[in-house]
C-alpha cells in the first residue's frame, strides 16, 4: 500500500499560481505511475497529468500550455506546477499512485484549490 499526502492548495487570484505537492510512502518501487485529478463541485473527477516512472509526462488539454507535473524520486514527491489559473481550474485536487502488483489505486485526501476572478 502507498499513503499519498497532498498540500500546498489556498486561494489565489485569476491568473496567478500555485504548486501542489504529493509526498508518497509506503510501497513506493512497485509505483509505475502517477497522477493528479481534480474534482469540481457537483461534477466528476477528471484526470489533470500523469508521469511515469520513466518521466514521461502527459497532461490534460484543459491544463496543457498552464500545469506542468513533475517528480523527485529522491524526496519521493511528485509536483503539479499550476500557472496562469482561471475560475473553472477551481476543484478538489488529488493526487494517485498506480501500482503494478495492485488491482486499485492508491489515492491521497485531496487539497483544495479556490481561484477567484
Known amino acids: 500500500q502507498v499513503q499519498l499526502v497532498e498540500s500546498g492548495g489556498g486561494l489565489v487570484q485569476a491568473g496567478g499560481s500555485l504548486r501542489l505537492s504529493c509526498a508518497a510512502s509506503g510501497s513506493l518501487l512497485s509505483i509505475t505511475t502517477m497522477a493528479w485529478y481534480r474534482q469540481a463541485p457537483g461534477k466528476q473527477r477528471e484526470w489533470v497529468a500523469t508521469i511515469s516512472d520513466g518521466g514521461t509526462r502527459n497532461h490534460a488539454d484543459s491544463v496543457k500550455g498552464r500545469f506542468f507535473i513533475s517528480r523527485d524520486n529522491t524526496k519521493k514527491t511528485v509536483y503539479l506546477q499550476m500557472n496562469s489559473l482561471k475560475a473553472e481550474d477551481t476543484a478538489v485536487y488529488y493526487c494517485?499512485?498506480?501500482?503494478?502488483?495492485?488491482?486499485?489505486?492508491?489515492w491521497g485526501q485531496g487539497t483544495q484549490v479556490t481561484v477567484s476572478s
Open positions: 494517485n499512485a498506480h501500482r503494478w502488483d495492485s488491482p486499485t489505486d492508491d
